[in-house]
């Protein structure tokens, strides 16, 4: 993958998660069907992100499902790391800005 592919997928994706971190971690009535954070990449593949509870501990689950309805995986952090996992997102977002292609 090429450093301006690299940086095309990454940056909206940390602009995004940034801006639904605090949504989803202010959830408080998880009776309703939770809320639900979508991208889709210019080559189709889908990132959703959610809600969910995992070994009794509030979590964000991370799911992806490639273009093609290829077999995806999900990845889920617990609320109390989620900054962690946004403040690397964005490390890695400066860090493919320098990479040449």
Same mark, same amino acid.
Request: charged share 20%; net charge positive; hydrophobic share 40%.
């Given at each position: 993958m !090429? $450093? $301006?592919r690299v940086v095309g997928a990454l940056c909206p994706l940390v602009a995004l998660l940034a801006l639904a971190v605090p949504v989803l971690l202010t959830l408080r009535d998880?009776?309703?069907t939770p809320?639900? +954070?979508?991208y889709t990449d210019p080559d189709g593949d889908r =990132? +959703?992100?959610e809600p969910v509870t995992r070994y009794?501990?509030?979590t964000?689950? =991370?799911? !992806?499902q490639p273009a093609g309805n290829g077999q995806g995986a999900a990845v889920h952090v617990p609320v109390d790391q989620v900054e962690e996992l946004v403040a690397g997102l964005r490390d890695t977002a400066r860090? $493919?800005?320098r990479v040449e292609g």
């Open positions: !090429n $450093a $301006a998880r009776s309703k809320m639900t +954070f979508h =990132l +959703f992100v009794g501990r509030p964000i689950s =991370l799911r !992806n860090r $493919a800005t």
